[in-house]
């Protein structure tokens, strides 16, 4: 008997220390009121322990809740990124439409003026080439338009319909060196043809030395030779030349059209004939 309470005295003692706590424990449940040394000996130990784990809590807490904040503010920017980047497509889609309609309205002025039926056309290609200069418009042979047709926009005459398909046509610009336009200089009435140089230039060949020809001058269709009608602005003189010998001058145009940024065109489809 001895010999087992030897071997066991471990858990013996430790079972005699909790019957004996919970007996004390139990005999001071009948004093609720005051908490005796024991119980305040117990909470002073306790209670640092406790503020401890409050403060960690509050910390991983805090911790948490900047974390979820910091989540909700990312969304938040997202969405307003995504927001920001709707409007500004709004304003750019608005404003181009507002330069489309002013460029149309423009056109449609022009075309009220015109004495000859015309049809509106939309630029949908050009030619490059440094030897050939042309663009492409969405109408064709079906819209009744004929190789010769003269070609004008808002700011002036532009070229000539070269090539006819069914729905598209090729126009050949003023700037080609095959374009030929007949001009008169509107302030002295000084006649010439205004020829293609390439690169977006023009000149105004045929301009004799005595003509009175200066820079700043406007070019005007003179309505010779039956393709343009009379009067259209066809670009400004930018530099007069005179030679020593000959009997011309040489004269350079700046078209009134930016034929490189050409949009909407208006073919005439009736030629004029003075």
Not at 147 to 168: F, N, R, Y
Request: proline letters at 3%; one cysteine or more; glycine letters at 10%.
């Amino acid at each position: 008997m001895w010999d087992l309470i030897k071997k066991y005295r471990l858990y013996l003692f430790a079972a005699i220390i909790l019957l004996s706590a919970f007996i004390f424990y139990s005999l001071n449940l009948r004093n609720k009121e005051h908490a005796n040394p024991f119980e305040r000996g117990v909470i002073n130990v306790l209670a640092p322990l406790y503020g401890a784990a409050s403060g960690v809590n509050g910390i991983v807490a805090g911790t948490w809740s900047d974390y979820v904040n910091l989540l909700g503010v990312r969304t938040e920017n997202k969405q307003l990124r995504e927001s920001i980047k709707i409007l500004n497509s709004r304003v750019l889609e608005s404003r181009e439409a507002a330069l489309a309609n002013e460029r149309l309205k423009r056109l449609l002025d022009l075309k009220n003026s015109m004495q000859a039926p015309s049809l509106a056309a939309a630029v949908i290609g050009e030619d490059g080439a440094p030897w050939f200069k042309t663009i492409i418009i969405d109408r064709g042979e079906t819209d009744g338009l004929r190789e010769g047709m003269p070609v004008i926009a808002a700011e002036g005459a532009v070229g000539q319909v070269v090539k006819v398909a069914l729905k598209s046509s090729r126009v050949l610009l003023l700037t080609d060196h095959a374009s030929g336009i007949a001009g008169v200089v509107q302030r002295s009435r000084a006649r010439g043809v205004v020829k293609g140089k390439g690169g977006g230039r023009c000149a105004l060949e045929f301009a004799l030395r005595e003509d009175d020809v200066k820079v700043g001058d406007t070019i005007i269709t003179s309505g010779i030779g039956g393709i343009f009608p009379k009067g259209l602005p066809i670009g400004e003189i930018t530099m007069v030349k005179k030679g020593d010998y000959g009997i011309f001058q040489t004269v350079d145009v700046r078209p009134a059209v930016n034929v490189t940024r050409l949009e909407e065109v208006l073919v005439l489809m009736q030629q004029n004939h003075d």
